[in-house]
């Protein structure tokens, strides 16, 4: 029994669910949070020795910050009609995509989680010298408590190619910027390729 929650969901229903709520999870659960972070991912199939999380004084300080990479055990879920519907809210005829390839711009944290816990995106995964993907997911949880939405973009690869995959590589906020959240999105995006803060409108972009 792996379930961060201590529930044995194959004992009680017949079924192992792979729970799409991380987050809710890892706040409900009774253990601590890198204990509860192994066991979701346990649960999920990753082999022990796959799994690690970068632990450190910046886990303990900050209870919402985790990062688990995945190594090449991580397997894809290649369901590319659910996935599409979840990024684009309809399915992609990819034949008709030049290159294989098509862009979004509008992706909310609830849906990149989605992506995530379904196995559509690699949290290890990176545009270049971008965060992760659960680096960015974690940071717009963060605000997201606080009640900051960001919105991502990135781009999408056709089930038909190799190299299928979510990308992201960019987030933007719209709305007022208090002096606390500037702060914080220039400490987590760095030096990105693009970088726009303005009174109401944050958004950092890498190539």
Known sequence: ???????????MTGVIYNCPNLSECLDNSP????????LYFLNQGIKPEDIRINGGSTQDNNPDYYSC???????????????????????????????GARRFHNLSRENLQQLISQGFANPADAQNFSPTVGDFFDFAQRQGNKGFEFIFEGYVISP??????????GLFYRGI????????FQEFVNEPDELEIEPNYLRAWWD
């Open 177 to 184: 910027c208090s002096t606390e959240l500037i702060f914080d």
């Open 69 to 99: 990479l995945y190594s090449s055990s991580f397997t894809y879920n290649f369901d590319g009609e659910t996935r599409d519907r979840i990024i684009f809210g309809t399915s992609i005829v990819w034949e008709d995509s030049m290159g």
């Open 31 to 38: 253990l601590n949070r890198r204990e509860a972070i192994r």
């Open 160 to 169: 038909e190619r190799p190299d299928y995959r979510v990308s992201i590589d």
């Open 1 to 11: 029994m792996f379930c961060p929650m201590q529930l044995d969901c194959q004992a």
